[in-house]
């Protein structure tokens, strides 16, 4: 059954990126059966922020990417591009799309492929020049501009695929895998790249599995498992909330060999002792002033995305 | 931004633009210069023939030059239009292209108008150079002009069926299914005649005759032999030429977006 709601609004306040209950299945194998890509999507990206869609391979990230861009039709689900259904002509005047590894037509010197994608948005001749002429400035390609494609490096065509998603001077920009393939250099021009969208007020929306990038930059992130978003909300809430262990610092104290699953590391004047569980943290400081210990300091270390992100990801 | 609001002429601009894309990528392909090179050795070489041949070697010439023309034209019409939108998936340039505000229709359609561009700039040289050796050589006729209009209308009508092949399924296959229309195309008329008179049953007519009705006649755009021979096409004919060609053309872009249009771009 295909049940694709609707709703048409225009919301200015509106979310840059609304999605309800999204679900999308492939044939399978030789069409024997078919696969679940996405089961029922939630998601919620305000605007102004930039969001992390992150995900092991297979998750489905690339799947909702190309529902929201319109290069697929949901099975079921309701999407809304700051309110307005997705993906008509007025919604993709406002969007910026770099897909996944990005294929440009590799005959086209960069400048031509900025001009050629300019006149699919409508823009004038001349403001096209002139917004070409800036991108490629932006994008460190000024003296590129006349090579055609296929002399291109990966990270010199991710860095064209930047610019041709800012042509349209767009509100959202929807990135698959920016920084995949790229080295640490490339990694962090893109990152730059991004920061100065928001700082220009855009709406960054982008797939990713390397973590660390996203942790650096994104305000938001969604977690998706097998075409389900296991975690979401901001990323300083998140990491704030889940404390992954406890350093505590004792003076005067021997402890016994064995204290629970506390890691124990006898130091000169004291000794420090490493606790997973919250719980165990108390219990601990408790036997340590029992037994005339001093307790020098409790420090939490909070968890890391990646130890969020491998938390969420069931085992196998 | 300032954007120019949609209306017809954005829409236009918009298939116009593919369309000198599509023009370019054919143009700065190297099987576009092979086949150009090709056709331009067959071309020589009925002249060549000609030399060889007791009789009247400008009719020779025509005769073969311009079958040469039709058929390799034809031949760059296939193996480029089965491509035409299903590699534009295949290679991944269809997302950068189709996440921009323009209708799946119109990139169908600019990328039909892309390649009967190249064809018409093919068409047009290797006429010219049939025409330069005719004047070499004796035997011109200005009726090799009116016969490469017609091979272009050919070309209209195959270019067509490959796009429709191509926004459907995969290159292989698009290649078989085109150029069985092209035998079809040039055989139906005669397969008709010769086989309807000996069916015995109404259905069997019937169903033959509705084959011929559905599938294209090419052999009626085909007016090689009466240029060669200097017949004077008949009053109208052309006109009906245009008409079925157009007809033919509409409805095929018809179909190939329609069956583009919910396609899913996996």
Same mark, same amino acid.
Request: proline share 3%.
């Given at each position: 059954?295909?049940?694709?709601?609707?709703?048409?609004?225009? !919301?200015?306040?509106?979310?840059?990126?609304?999605?309800?209950?999204?679900?999308?299945?492939?044939?399978?194998?030789?069409?024997?059966?078919?696969?679940?890509?996405?089961?029922?999507?939630?998601?919620?990206?305000?605007?102004?922020?930039?969001?992390?869609? =992150?995900?092991?391979?297979?998750?489905?990230?690339?799947?909702?990417?190309?529902?929201?861009?319109?290069?697929?039709?949901?099975?079921?689900?309701?999407?809304?591009?700051?309110?307005?259904?997705?993906?008509?002509?007025?919604?993709?005047?406002?969007?910026?799309?770099?897909?996944?590894?990005?294929?440009?037509?590799?005959?086209?010197?960069?400048?031509?492929?900025?001009?050629?994608?300019?006149?699919?948005?409508?823009?004038?001749?001349? =403001?096209?020049?002139?917004?070409?002429?800036?991108?490629? !400035?932006?994008?460190? =390609?000024?003296?590129?501009?006349?090579?055609?494609?296929?002399?291109?490096?990966?990270?010199?065509?991710?860095?064209?695929?930047?610019?041709?998603?800012?042509?349209?001077?767009?509100?959202?920009?929807?990135?698959?895998?920016?920084?995949?393939?790229?080295?640490?250099?490339?990694?962090?021009?893109?990152?730059?790249?991004?920061?100065?969208?928001?700082?220009?007020?855009?709406?960054?929306?982008?797939?990713?599995?390397?973590?660390?990038?996203?942790?650096?930059?994104?305000?938001?992130?969604?977690?998706?498992?097998?075409?389900?978003?296991?975690?979401?909300?901001?990323?300083?809430?998140?990491?704030?909330?889940?404390?992954?262990?406890?350093?505590?610092?004792?003076?005067?104290?021997?402890?016994?060999?064995?204290?629970?699953?506390?890691?124990?590391?006898?130091?000169?004047?004291?000794?420090?002792?490493?606790?997973?569980?919250?719980?165990?943290?108390?219990?601990?400081?408790?036997?340590?002033?029992?037994?005339?210990?001093?307790?020098?300091?409790?420090?939490?270390?909070?968890?890391?995305?990646?130890?969020?992100?491998?938390?969420?990801?069931?085992?196998? | 931004?300032?954007?120019?609001?949609?209306?017809?002429?954005?829409?236009?601009?918009?298939?116009?633009?593919? %369309?000198? &894309?599509?023009?370019?990528?054919?143009?700065?392909?190297?099987?576009?210069?092979?086949?150009?090179?090709?056709?331009?050795?067959?071309?020589?070489?009925?002249?060549?023939?000609?030399?060889?041949?007791?009789?009247?070697?400008?009719?020779?010439?025509? $005769?073969?030059? /311009?079958? #040469?023309?039709?058929?390799?034209?034809?031949?760059?019409?296939?193996?480029?239009?089965?491509?035409?939108?299903?590699?534009?998936?295949?290679?991944?340039?269809?997302?950068?292209?189709?996440?921009?505000?323009?209708?799946?229709?119109?990139?169908?359609?600019?990328?039909?108008?892309?390649?009967?561009?190249?064809?018409?700039? &093919?068409?047009? %040289?290797?006429?010219?150079?049939?025409?330069?050796?005719?004047?070499?050589?004796?035997?011109?006729?200005?009726?090799?002009?009116? %016969?490469?209009?017609?091979?272009?209308?050919?070309?209209?009508?195959?270019?067509?069926?490959?796009?429709?092949?191509?926004?459907?399924?995969?290159?292989?296959?698009?290649?078989?299914?085109?150029?069985?229309?092209?035998?079809?195309?040039?055989?139906? &008329?005669?397969?008709?005649?010769?086989?309807?008179? $000996?069916?015995?049953?109404?259905?069997?007519?019937?169903?033959?005759?509705?084959?011929?009705?559905?599938?294209? $006649?090419?052999?009626? /755009?085909? #007016?090689? $032999?009466?240029?060669?021979?200097?017949?004077?096409?008949?009053?109208?004919?052309?006109?009906?030429?245009?008409?079925?060609?157009?007809?033919?053309?509409?409805?095929?872009?018809?179909?190939?977006?329609?069956?583009?249009?919910?396609?899913?771009? #996996?």
């Amino acid at each position: 059954m295909r049940v694709i709601l609707i709703t048409m609004t225009n !919301d200015k306040e509106a979310p840059a990126i609304e999605i309800k209950g999204l679900t999308k299945s492939f044939k399978g194998h030789l069409s024997i059966g078919r696969f679940q890509a996405l089961d029922g999507v939630d998601l919620v990206v305000p605007g102004g922020v930039i969001y992390g869609f =992150l995900g092991p391979n297979g998750a489905g990230k690339t799947t909702t990417l190309k529902i929201l861009t319109g290069m697929l039709s949901p099975d079921e689900g309701r999407i809304r591009i700051f309110g307005e259904k997705a993906y008509g002509t007025a919604v993709a005047s406002r969007i910026g799309f770099l897909p996944e590894a990005p294929y440009f037509y590799e005959y086209l010197t960069g400048r031509e492929l900025l001009m050629f994608f300019g006149r699919l948005f409508g823009l004038p001749r001349k =403001l096209l020049k002139e917004r070409a002429s800036y991108l490629l !400035d932006r994008v460190g =390609l000024t003296e590129k501009a006349g090579l055609q494609l296929r002399k291109y490096s990966k990270g010199m065509l991710q860095r064209i695929g930047l610019a041709q998603a800012m042509l349209n001077d767009p509100d959202l920009v929807i990135l698959d895998e920016p920084m995949s393939a790229l080295d640490p250099i490339g990694r962090r021009e893109v990152r730059d790249v991004i920061l100065d969208m928001k700082r220009d007020g855009k709406t960054v929306f982008f797939s990713s599995h390397i973590l660390a990038d996203a942790e650096m930059i994104c305000d938001e992130v969604a977690i998706l498992v097998k075409g389900k978003v296991v975690e979401h909300g901001s990323l300083d809430v998140l990491l704030e909330r889940d404390v992954h262990f406890w350093d505590v610092s004792v003076k005067g104290w021997k402890p016994p060999a064995k204290l629970g699953d506390a890691v124990v590391v006898n130091r000169k004047n004291n000794v420090l002792l490493r606790i997973e569980r919250e719980k165990a943290v108390q219990e601990v400081i408790d036997m340590a002033r029992e037994a005339g210990g001093q307790i020098l300091g409790v420090t939490p270390h909070k968890a890391s995305l990646e130890d969020l992100f491998m938390e969420r990801i069931p085992e196998g | 931004m300032k954007f120019r609001q949609w209306s017809p002429v954005l829409g236009l601009n918009q298939m116009w633009a593919i %369309a000198v &894309n599509s023009f370019r990528e054919a143009v700065r392909s190297r099987i576009f210069y092979i086949l150009m090179a090709f056709t331009v050795v067959m071309v020589l070489f009925s002249v060549v023939m000609s030399l060889l041949t007791v009789g009247s070697r400008s009719k020779i010439v025509i $005769d073969l030059g /311009l079958t #040469v023309i039709s058929f390799l034209s034809v031949m760059t019409a296939v193996f480029v239009g089965i491509g035409l939108v299903y590699q534009e998936v295949e290679k991944k340039t269809i997302y950068n292209v189709l996440s921009k505000p323009i209708s799946r229709a119109r990139f169908i359609l600019g990328r039909y108008l892309g390649l009967m561009g190249v064809l018409f700039v &093919n068409v047009l %040289a290797m006429i010219l150079l049939l025409a330069g050796l005719l004047l070499i050589f004796g035997g011109f006729t200005t009726g090799i002009f009116e %016969a490469a209009g017609f091979i272009y209308l050919e070309l209209a009508i195959i270019t067509a069926i490959a796009v429709f092949f191509s926004s459907i399924t995969s290159p292989v296959v698009s290649a078989i299914c085109t150029i069985a229309f092209y035998i079809v195309g040039h055989t139906s &008329n005669a397969l008709t005649q010769l086989l309807a008179p $000996d069916l015995s049953s109404e259905f069997g007519k019937g169903f033959v005759t509705f084959l011929y009705h559905v599938l294209p $006649d090419l052999n009626i /755009l085909n #007016v090689t $032999d009466l240029i060669a021979y200097k017949i004077p096409i008949a009053e109208g004919f052309t006109e009906k030429a245009l008409i079925y060609t157009a007809a033919y053309v509409v409805i095929l872009l018809t179909a190939s977006c329609m069956a583009f249009r919910h396609r899913d771009l #996996v």
